[in-house]
């Protein structure tokens, strides 16, 4: 009788919230999917980052670092998975750490795959020079793979990977469609929502100029924000324009709870995204889930995520007149709102779920485990050549 195989063993090296961001909460969906029953799985919880100090080196993340590399290499040389997936943040000072542990990854015989979550391997490659730039060229090289999150990814991994490595998985975020809230819209009103980081790369100044013409635009609109400052600069900037614009524009705060949350969100009508900086963003996705019509900025993945025109509007970034137009455009026409809205359900039932995601995630580690058959050993003879 012939003898079942044994799931593949896959470390996981990633972040669960709290904090409640972009990565910690993909993370948390890929652990509620069926992608840990596929394989046999272990998740080492790396909590480094936080918003305060996200760009910071602290006495507390380097011993935080220390700890979780021992327990790295313990799990390896004990548990000896076949893959770790490793989430790389290429960016110069946290790439140092990223080496750290990808290479010795590498060494002790696991096979790495990067979670790339959008984290611009092309700029990181052009700003390093020197040992820096060949030990990232090396660790690419050497990589079993490369989860992205959009077809437009691939072209930041040209000339630095093998083009057939890189498998494409959507995000996703958990499906609200069965919670139960007393939230209906507020009668008379117009709600536009933005809901992000309050930051300069998620493009909130971009709304902040746009809110001038869009209240001027239109007496039943209001305007809700939500999400962390990035600094004490934003939240002046915000507390001004409430100043000028008495009763209509709202700050939420920083929600972490997913019914606050899905409250706001279903008080919304129309929801902006006018980011700088965005390889996927996952905040679009609560937006399709709760059926709202999008105005968002052309960036990243988004244009493969929205079809501009049917279950969204896109502006390029930065056009503060343009973002104002098209949210007018929406606020004036109640049937393309609800035709939107109905198409974003729709495409986020088709692309975006939580089984879906399970499901790529499985059907991108059997690819990658089918094309590393003969890659068994480190290509020493390229080591630091480049």
């Known amino acids: 009788m012939q003898e079942p195989s ?28 069926s992608f840990p ?21 602290t006495i507390e993340k380097l011993f935080k670092m220390a700890k979780y590399y021992i327990i790295f290499i ?22 140092l750490k990223d080496f750290l542990f990808c290479s010795t ?3 002790l015989g696991c096979k790495l795959v990067i979670h790339d979550h959008g984290q611009y391997v092309r700029e990181l490659d052009e700003s390093l020079t020197g040992f820096s730039k060949a030990s990232l060229r090396w660790m690419l090289k050497n990589m079993a793979g490369s989860i992205i999150m959009g077809e437009k990814v691939r072209q930041d991994y040209e000339g630095l990977a093998d083009q057939a490595k890189l498998m494409v998985v959507p995000g996703t ?4 469609k069965e919670i139960m809230i007393d939230s209906p819209k507020i009668p008379g009103v117009i709600n536009v929502l933005c809901f992000s980081h309050m930051s300069r790369l998620k ?24 999400g962390p400052f990035e600094d004490q600069e934003v939240k002046s900037c915000l507390e001004e324009l409430q100043k000028n614009y008495p009763g209509r524009i709202r700050y939420g705060g920083y ?19 006018p980011t700088f900086r965005d390889v996927f963003g996952l905040v679009l996705l609560h937006a399709m889930a709760e059926g709202l019509a999008i105005v968002a900025s052309r960036e990243g993945t988004i244009p493969e995520i929205i079809q501009d025109g049917t279950n969204a509007l896109l502006v390029e ?18 049937h393309l709102r609800k035709l939107m809205g109905q198409a974003n359900r729709r495409r986020f039932e088709e692309m975006y779920t939580l089984e879906k995601y399970g499901d790529a995630m499985i059907n991108a580690f059997k690819q990658i485990d089918a094309l590393d058959g003969d890659v068994d050993s480190i290509n020493l003879s390229h080591t630091f050549l480049f």
């Open 74 to 95: 313990g799990i390896l040389v004990f548990w000896r998975p076949k893959y770790f997936l490793y989430n790389s943040s290429f960016y110069r000072m946290p790439y």
């Open 6 to 33: 044994k799931k593949i063993k896959i470390l996981i090296c990633g972040i669960l919230p709290p904090p409640y961001f972009g990565h910690s909460m993909l993370y948390k969906m890929l652990m509620a999917s």
């Open 317 to 334: 970034k930065g056009d503060a007149k343009a973002l104002a137009d098209k949210v007018l455009l929406l606020a004036g026409d109640h």
């Open 203 to 226: 493009g909130v100044y971009t709304a902040f100029e746009a809110i001038p013409i869009i209240l001027t635009g239109r007496a039943d609109i209001i305007v809700t924000f939500g």
């Open 105 to 107: 990854g590498i060494f």
């Open 37 to 57: 029953n596929a394989f046999e799985t272990k998740f080492l919880n790396m909590q480094f980052w936080t918003y305060g100090t996200h760009k910071k080196v």
């Open 173 to 176: 975020v958990e499906d609200t």
């Open 255 to 273: 929600v972490e709870d997913v019914v606050e949350r899905t409250r706001i969100f279903r008080e919304a009508d129309i929801f902006i995204f």
